[in-house]
């Protein structure tokens, strides 16, 4: 969740499927909840991710019909980050 979908229904909606809202309040609200502010700063980090993996064309595009194929090229997609992640931190 982000900002945009901060309103009390979707806030419900996610605490009822036993998700975590992370997401800070407007600055007009008259009763502000508390949020951790840690987690939301790592939500970044998940954005560059899916913008990373999105790179690769045939995953943005969804060319496969099965979604095995699919998931099978997010995954390796996935793994090339891995790698490239560890091989850099080395």
Do not use: C, G, S
């Given at each position: 969740?982000?900002?945009a979908y901060e309103g009390d229904a979707t806030r419900a909606l996610a605490e009822e499927n036993a998700f975590i809202?992370?997401?800070?309040?407007?600055?007009?609200?008259?009763?502000?909840?508390e949020?951790?502010?840690?987690?939301?700063?790592?939500r970044n980090e998940?954005?560059?991710?899916?913008?990373?993996?999105?790179?690769?064309?045939?995953i943005f595009?969804?060319?496969?019909?099965?979604?095995?194929?699919?998931i099978g090229f997010v995954l390796l997609a996935l793994a090339m980050e891995f790698l490239l992640v560890s091989v850099n931190t080395l």
């Open positions: 969740m982000d900002t809202p992370v997401v800070p309040p407007n600055p007009k609200r008259k009763e502000p909840w949020y951790d502010k840690a987690l939301y700063k790592r998940v954005e560059r991710l899916f913008r990373r993996i999105k790179q690769h064309r045939r595009t969804r060319y496969d019909k099965l979604d095995v194929t699919f």
